[in-house]
């Protein structure tokens, strides 16, 4: 069997298209003035980074009047309690580090309990809700237009993190009710990050806010098909996965992101998995540490015996039905021979 290399683990970091490298570079060797330097390089990059800004807030459909392109997330000061979701992404849960009063969002499901908010929102001051569009861990698409006209009736703002949205769901801000939030760029293969809703910051790299905006051009033209093509490629994977092995189940709940397949092997440990795929050449995800728990999923209420044996496959643009074919050449084997090896370990009675 011919090795291939294939990476099914682009919900945590996409690979950088070329012809947005090539933006970049140029950006680099052309546009190198200061922006807002006196002189009329710097006047040219002052507009250039304003007119970004405010391209990218049209590709996202939001009528917010500001974005600071950033590395990393910021999150708002704000006075009273922090609710805040469970199912955040990592670089959103270590900007909240600096909340000291701090209440959890409550989950029916895989999604959030928008009831029991409602009565948070009453029952306590409040001061800003942080929630995910969509949770990276299983692909379920959140009730956020719903949370976000409930905290408009308690006049609590919200702060969103976009970024699994971006090239996997159809999408507009305004009427989502988000006018601050956070875009992680390397979800989708953007060089830089989002706020949405915060002052632009004039001292920002120029090429890496040009390459953001040209990757949100790339990924919104024609983005029906690009979207229907991820989404072939995961149906097909599950389709034909289902044929080689038994006892498979999908985690999560529908609506779900496009290119995206949460999978629990039953009697198979996620580290096994991931590791002997690793072996072959297949990237994809099970967890960020195999010590501990997949926090999340506790959190939705999926059981410790499925989380354990569950892995995540994510496709993007660069993945192809032939990358597919060899995932599903070498997977069933390797799940074979990791239930044998595993219950040829059990002590006999």
């Excluded at 704000?78 to 990592?90: K, N, R």
Aim: charged share 25%; aromatic share 8%; glycine share 6%.
């Amino acid at each position: 069997m011919r090795y291939s290399q294939t990476y099914l683990d682009n919900i945590s970091s996409a690979p950088i298209h070329k012809d947005i490298c090539d933006e970049m570079t140029r950006h680099y060797i052309e546009h190198y003035g200061l922006p807002g330097a006196p002189h009329q390089w710097g006047q040219w990059s002052k507009a250039a980074i304003e007119s970004y800004s405010e391209r990218s807030l049209n590709f996202l459909g939001c009528d917010a009047t500001c974005a600071r392109f950033c590395i990393g997330a910021e999150l708002p000061s704000i006075g009273g309690t922090v609710l805040i979701s469970d199912i955040e992404a990592e670089v959103i849960k270590k900007a909240a580090v600096k909340y000291r009063e701090v209440e959890h969002i409550p989950m029916q499901g895989c999604k959030y309990d928008i009831d029991a908010v409602s009565k948070i929102l009453m029952q306590h001051n409040i001061g800003l809700v942080i929630a995910a569009a969509a949770d990276r861990i299983t692909g379920t698409i959140q009730p956020i237009s719903e949370l976000s006209k409930i905290c408009a009736q308690h006049n609590v703002p919200i702060f969103c993190d976009i970024s699994p949205l971006i090239g996997r769901h159809r999408f507009r801000l305004d009427e989502m009710g988000i006018k601050n939030g956070f875009i992680e760029g390397r979800v989708f293969g953007a060089p830089c990050d989002l706020l949405i809703g915060e002052k632009t910051d004039f001292i920002f790299p120029l090429p890496l806010a040009a390459g953001f905006v040209r990757t949100l051009e790339w990924i919104f033209d024609e983005f029906g098909t690009k979207m229907d093509s991820i989404c072939e490629l995961i149906d097909y994977f599950w389709e034909l996965l289902q044929m080689h092995l038994p006892d498979l189940l999908i985690l999560g709940e529908s609506p779900r992101l496009a290119g995206m397949l949460t999978v629990a092997f039953e009697d198979v440990d996620r580290a096994a998995i991931m590791l002997a795929l690793d072996m072959q050449g297949v990237a994809i995800w099970a967890g960020n540490s195999f010590s501990e728990p997949i926090e999340q999923m506790r959190v939705m209420g999926i059981p410790d015996k499925l989380s354990e044996s569950a892995v995540r496959f994510s496709a993007w643009h660069g993945n192809t039905k032939e990358q597919i074919d060899y995932v599903l050449r070498v997977l069933p084997p390797l799940v074979d021979r990791i239930r044998f090896e595993k219950k040829a370990r059990q002590p006999k009675n």
